[in-house]
């Protein structure tokens, strides 16, 4: 037997672009099943809205999304959540983090810590917080 704990976030309406943004990131095959492919006919939620979208990278990452019902909006519900990349692939974490962070907010640069690793901390253009940490060997 085996488990797994992955991601899964919630958008208002902007799951698709969040999920096709994350896969030119990180790379990996691409998931989406919408509500109208299950059946829904709309407006609430709409058809084209993303019911459910899975995202797994050559890497064995896994991330989860899907649009949310209007009549519960997300808000800031996500705002205690961060996702955390982490790793002794400097240059790949390097890469990773200066994509994410296109279009969205540096909360912490991407520079050696006071702990010998390398970190840096940003909000992605689609409010998602990433902590992104390089292990440099080095304490």
Same mark, same amino acid.
């Given at each position: ?40 006919? *709309?407006?609430?939620?709409?058809? +084209?809205? @993303? ?10 990452? @896994? ?5 949310? +019902?209007?009549?519960?909006? @997300? ?13 002794? +692939?400097? *240059? /790949?974490?390097?890469?990773?983090? /200066?994509?994410?962070? &296109?279009?969205? /907010? @540096? ?9 010998? &690793? ?5 909000? +992605? ?15």
């Amino acid at each position: 037997m085996s488990v797994r704990l992955n991601p899964y976030l919630h958008f208002e309406n902007s799951a698709r672009a969040a999920m096709e943004f994350y896969r030119s990131v990180l790379g990996g095959e691409l998931q989406i099943m919408t509500f109208g492919d299950m059946g829904g006919e *709309g407006p609430v939620p709409p058809p +084209d809205g @993303v019911m459910h979208a899975y995202l797994e990278t050559p890497d064995g990452l @896994v991330l989860m999304a899907s649009d949310g +019902d209007p009549e519960r909006p @997300v808000g800031s519900a996500a705002a205690g959540v961060s996702i955390s990349l982490s790793g002794d +692939d400097l *240059g /790949t974490l390097e890469r990773w983090f /200066t994509a994410l962070g &296109d279009g969205g /907010t @540096v909360d912490v640069p991407f520079e050696k810590q006071m702990w010998g &690793d390398v970190f840096g901390q940003l909000t +992605d253009r689609f409010g998602v917080r990433w902590l992104v940490n390089a292990a440099t060997g080095q304490g």
